[in-house]
Nanobody
């Protein structure tokens, strides 16, 4: 079993920055891909970014490309989402997710492909 715990959410003004963390525990994570998703009230869950823990490949949604950076510290079993130039439309609950990743295969952004999820952390961007 895999446990994921997000932290780092909060209230920030537009143009500001936040860093989210996702601490993983349970099983060995060297062959996992980690994803970040978000869900705003009344909207569907949306892919944000993903990273392969084995080779460091990354994949971003167009809406966050150039503003968000996903990274991993394998020694700490922690994944980060550095968010910069935040906009009010980035306001959402942000979730960390994990899935087994075969090395060399592309990262995916479909939430239903990730079986493990954290509880979420709220990010609110004021205008």
């Amino acid at each position: 079993q895999v446990q994921l715990v997000e932290s780092g959410g909060g209230l920030v003004q537009a143009g500001g920055s936040l860093r989210l963390s996702c601490a993983a525990s349970g099983r060995t994570f060297s062959t996992y891909a980690m994803g970040w998703f978000r869900q705003a009230p009344g909207k569907e869950r949306e892919f944000v970014a993903a990273i392969s823990r084995s080779d460091g490949n990354t994949y971003y949604a167009d809406s966050v490309k150039g503003r968000f950076t996903v990274s991993t510290d394998n020694a700490k079993n922690t994944v980060y989402l550095q968010m910069s130039s935040l906009k009010p439309e980035d306001t959402a609950v942000y979730y960390c997710a994990a899935r087994l990743q075969v090395r060399g295969t592309p990262l995916v952004g479909n939430w239903y492909d990730y079986p493990y999820w954290g509880q979420g952390t709220q990010v609110t961007v004021s205008s």
